[in-house]
């Protein structure tokens, strides 16, 4: 019997719309959904689904090992689910109970490039839940700069690129007709309409070689060309000069003596509010900004961007300072960067840095997007906030044709980011070192889990739960890696196959592939079209073996470990049917519907101008300290909360 199922790829982030044909209990084939938003192309890894689905190399049963950590043979023997999950509750509970949840940890793979995007919400939750900081998830090496580095400067991850409706598309480190067709065909979209093309990629991928301006940065250098361009767009005018005005922190003053933004009461100790300042050069003195309203214009203009000032800070002795508008820092942070020594650092020749900046300038709809080009460089962090300040020098943020802020569908949140206390959350490994990178949302290096199993430094961590993790080979250092994992008191290994950080494991819990179980998808992001669309993906064959979803693992071993309330009383259903319920669905709806079912999404233009609801005026701006875009200066004692956008109250998954 033949049978045709439509769904969708959860294989990587390009999610496209699928069509798969099922005979005889068999998965045969997978070709493009043309019908699916994101269904018009389909890469080979998705086609190959069939192979891995009905791989001979799978691991099918719950097993433990047999022989020491470290054996040429990990002497698997197959035990029951219910003897391999009472056995690592039992074990995660006693730790736990004798040393903390910090003591351990979990290992999680990528849901952008693996089939956890099932899952990854709810194996957050449990983590979170469970009480544990600490999350080895590999973001340092793979989307801290795009998703949360860039929030230092507009309180939000790159928004999804608007590549359709641009006039530029920048694609920087990343190279979607290999990784993300969903992407490349909206390109070709958008490149049909007349889209001037910009690559930054050291190597002639086949975008590269059909972009208008390829920049052909020397790896790890990227920093250098992103304040290159900065440079020739100040020097030549070329950015927007409202938004910046407006919409950013340009015009803010910063105390040279201390390096934070001036503020009213330095100048003036009574006055009611401690707003930032700015300099009014028609009336030649300093003036406080209110970065919840909105500056008209024709006072914004008044206001100074270049240039130092000095003003009189009270106190004691009333001290004159001088002061820097935040615009002009940037200036002089980009003013070495000339195309001659960018050249030199970067091997990218001048007249493609002119050509580049043309095309990145204000009035042009500039569409980008950065990946591991910048991510898997030590300094990462810091290249993505300048690309992210020559970004917010073009005003295309959240504009059509731009990078676009879709809130919605909006469904409830449960990967449980608030669950963790925090004191609980200050544990994290690498937290003293890093307070506002990984470790301040929970996620941890490998290295220092390594150190922390190897030498317990600052603490021990004595057990690891990995979900679809390849330690030593995913990460530096695999000596270490295999240090680490023989010296755990305990390690439950969850993944298809038997990779080389399984054959660590006490415990190897069989999972299963995409096709064999459920899954639900808010949002598929590439359009507004997509971004709308909630899809339940069928369950298209039985379960090969005796493996499970992440999810049922999950589910279970939460509900022994007295987490039962958290987990919708141990059904998946429950939980599922509590995400949809604000947009009036259930699981019921997505059955009867396997093309999923569009809902209401706020995809309006500069979301950051609206104002909010309570009638007060305010605007919601962006979801940082100055609640403007800090795309140029970020003071050293502050930091930004979560990552949403304001007045978010659910919102898509990454």
């Known amino acids: 019997m033949m049978a045709e199922i439509a769904g969708y790829c959860a294989l990587c982030r390009s999610r496209c719309g699928t ?59 197959r035990i029951t689910w219910e003897e391999a999950l009472t056995e690592t509750a039992a074990k995660l509970a006693r730790v736990k109970a004798e040393s903390g949840a910090e003591s351990i940890a979990f290992s999680v793979t990528t849901p952008s490039g693996t089939p956890i995007s099932d899952s990854i919400d709810w194996i957050e939750r449990f983590i979170r839940h469970f009480g544990s900081p600490n999350s080895c998830f590999g973001t340092e090496i793979c989307n801290w700069h795009k998703d949360f580095a860039h929030a230092f400067t507009f309180g939000s991850g790159i928004p999804p690129a608007d590549y359709a409706n641009a006039d530029t598309i920048l694609l ?37 070689k059909q972009a208008d301006v390829w920049l052909p940065v020397r790896p790890g250098t990227d920093g250098a060309l992103a304040l290159g361009l900065i440079r020739l767009m100040l020097l030549e005018g070329l950015y927007d000069d409202h938004f910046l005005r407006t919409w950013t922190n340009a ?17 003036w100790p009574d006055a009611p509010l401690n707003r930032y300042v700015a300099w009014d050069e028609k009336h030649n003195k300093p003036f406080p900004i209110e970065v919840d309203r909105v500056l008209p214009f024709e006072q914004s203009a008044t206001l100074r961007l270049r240039g130092d000032v000095d003003v009189i800070v009270a106190g004691k002795a009333p001290t004159r300072v001088v002061c820097t508008p935040a615009l002009e820092l940037l ?26 900046s043309k095309l990145m300038c204000a009035g042009r709809r500039i569409a980008y997007h950065a990946w591991t080009g ?15 300040s020559l970004y917010a020098l073009s005003g295309s943020y959240d504009v059509v044709g731009g990078n676009r802020v879709r809130r919605g569908p909006f469904y409830r949140p449960v990967n449980g980011l608030g669950a963790l206390s925090p004191s609980q959350l200050s544990k994290a490994l690498g937290a003293d070192k890093r307070p506002i990178g990984p470790p301040a949302m929970g996620w941890v290096t490998a290295r ?77 992001e590439i359009s507004d079209e997509a971004a709308s669309l909630v899809q339940l993906r069928q369950l298209m064959v039985e379960p090969r073996g005796q493996s499970r979803s992440d999810n049922e693992i999950v589910f279970d071993l939460a509900c022994r470990l007295g987490m039962k309330d958290e987990f919708f009383g141990g059904s998946l259903e429950a939980g599922w049917n509590y995400m949809l319920e604000p947009l009036g669905l259930s699981l019921t709806d997505l059955r009867a519907n396997p093309r999923g079912i569009k809902c209401e999404i706020d995809s309006r233009e500069r979301k950051y101008q609206l104002p909010h609801h309570d009638g007060s005026g305010r605007i919601r701006g962006f979801d940082t300290e100055t609640r403007i875009s800090s795309n140029l200066w970020h003071d050293p004692v502050k930091t930004t909360g979560y990552l949403r956008f304001p007045g978010e109250e659910c919102s898509s998954p990454l």
């Open 19 to 77: 069509l798969n044909r099922v005979h005889n209990g068999q998965l045969v084939s997978v070709r493009p959904d043309l019908s699916h938003p994101t269904g018009k192309a389909m890469c080979m890894k998705g086609r190959a689904a069939p192979e891995l689905v009905h791989s001979p190399h799978r691991q099918l049963y719950p097993m433990r090992r047999t022989t020491p950590k470290g054996s040429a043979d990990p002497g698997w023997v």
């Open 172 to 208: 920087w480190g990343h190279n979607p007709a290999s990784t993300w067709l969903a992407q490349a065909n909206a390109i070709a979209n958008g490149r049909d309409k007349g889209a001037k093309l910009v690559v930054v990629d050291p190597r002639p991928t086949t975008l590269a």
């Open 251 to 267: 015009p803010l003053l910063v105390r040279q003596d201390n390096g934070l933004f001036l503020r009213e009461q330095m100048l």
């Open 331 to 356: 200036a002089r942070a980009a003013a070495p960067y000339e195309p001659e020594h960018v050249e030199h650092i970067t091997g990218v020749r001048p007249a493609c840095l002119t050509a580049a």
């Open 374 to 388: 910048i991510s898997q460089h030590s300094n990462s962090t810091q290249t993505e906030r300048a690309v992210a």
């Open 448 to 524: 220092d889990m390594y150190l922390a199993v190897t030498e317990a430094r600052p603490y021990p961590v004595r057990v690891l739960v990995a979900f679809g993790t390849n330690l030593p080979l995913s990460r530096a250092d695999s000596a270490l890696a295999e240090k680490a994992l023989k010296t755990l008191e305990f390690y439950a290994h969850c993944d298809l196959f038997e990779t080389p950080a399984a054959r660590f494991a006490d415990i190897f819990l069989p999972v299963n592939t995409p096709w064999e179980h459920e899954g639900i998808r808010f949002g598929f």
